[in-house]
């Protein structure tokens, strides 16, 4: 099934990978380990990994600045992104060639050639497969460079293999390139925290609201962003602070973006699917954690009577 990738990569010399916006661990590990593993194994071809930068993230790749011609003869891949419109960096279209490598629901089946594994955990896990694939069928390297950047991945999309698809292949993938990560390094920096992040996420547990049938949630202005000096991404990230509370089938962080005049809505959920509610209000995402955009804040009432909808369908099953 690999083979029309391994010939494009192949035949490429010049090789761009974009990822979506608002970057998470799961879209940098993917892109930058594609890009290191093609780096790895063939030193001579000409790797850039676009978009914008995400400084939290800053210890996993830095992200390059290319000329609008380098896209004439280029393979483009974009990796854990589900539609064309959240592709960071629209030259992708420029490409000569273009491949869609995903695990979100395909519903925007773009790319000359795409890949879309809804079972896997996460994109950097088909990463991962790709070259183990690789290596066993054509003896590529696979260096800890590599490693680092899919385990980030990895163990972002599975809340570190607690969440869905985590699943005994997953285990096994990552028990090949286990041994190339110093773990206690790696989980210091991942999981490092400053003293503001421990103090906002005081703020979160003080106010969170329900709806009456399980859904949770939080409402964060620029201003709270600006008060606890947290940026919009790391605020998102602790959406899952609302996990596992008994009686919360549902929950969302509503962010409030000021540059873009629109909030948004990071949802997830431990029973009801989500991503049709996302889609609703122009998002989508996966059927456990979802995200959209709402342009103001009286619109989150309408959100959160649909996903108050659901719990109570879901309630009512159990
Ligand atoms: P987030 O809450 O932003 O971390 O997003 C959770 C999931 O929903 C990710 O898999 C995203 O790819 C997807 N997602 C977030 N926002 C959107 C959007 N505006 N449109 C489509 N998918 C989205």
């Known amino acids: 099934m690999f083979t029309p990738l391994i010939e494009k990569i192949t035949q490429a010399q010049t090789i761009i990978i974009h990822r ?9 590990g993917s892109q930058g380990g594609l890009a290191q593993l093609i780096r790895d194994n063939f030193p ?7 978009g914008e930068a995400e400084p939290t993230m800053a210890n996993l790749l830095t992200p390059d600045s290319i000329a609008d011609e380098i896209y004439r ?6 990796t854990d992104t589900a539609n ?7 030259r992708y279209a420029q490409g000569q060639t273009v491949i869609k490598i995903d695990h979100h629901p395909n519903d925007d089946a773009y790319g000359d050639w795409l890949w879309v594994d809804t079972n896997a955990s996460s994109t950097s896990q088909m990463i991962l497969r790709f070259a183990l694939h690789m290596q066993e069928t054509q003896q590529w390297q696979i260096t800890k460079e590599f490693a680092k950047l899919v385990y980030a991945g990895i163990i972002a999309d599975t809340g570190r293999f607690m969440y869905s698809h985590v699943d005994k292949q997953l285990f096994n993938e990552v028990g090949e390139i286990i041994e190339l990560i110093d773990l206690q390094k790696f989980y210091q920096e991942a999981y490092s925290r400053t003293l503001a992040d421990v103090q906002f996420s005081g703020y979160i547990s003080q106010n969170i609201q329900t709806t009456p049938h399980g859904c949770g949630y939080v409402t964060i202005t620029d201003e709270t962003l ?3 000096d947290v940026s919009r991404t790391k605020a998102s990230s602790m959406v899952n602070m609302l996990a596992n509370i008994e009686g919360i089938h549902t929950w969302v962080f509503f962010t409030e973006d000021i540059e ?5 809505c990071s949802i997830r959920s431990r029973g009801p699917i989500i991503n049709g509610v996302a889609k609703q209000f122009g998002g989508g995402g996966h ?4 995200g959209a955009r ?3 804040w009286q619109e989150i009432d309408a959100v959160l009577a649909e996903l108050d909808t659901i719990c109570q369908a879901y309630q009512e099953t159990l």
Request: glycine fraction near 0%; charge should be negative.
């Open 287 to 290: 059927p456990l954690a979802s």
């Open 84 to 90: 064309r419109e959240r592709i960071d960096d629209q």
């Open 294 to 296: 709402v342009n103001s």
């Open 44 to 50: 001579l071809k000409r790797v850039y990994c676009v």
């Open 73 to 78: 003869e280029a393979l483009v891949i974009i």
């Open 20 to 28: 979506h916006v608002n970057p998470d661990p799961d879209a940098y």
């Open 226 to 228: 600006k008060q606890f």
């Open 260 to 264: 873009n005049d629109n909030v948004r």
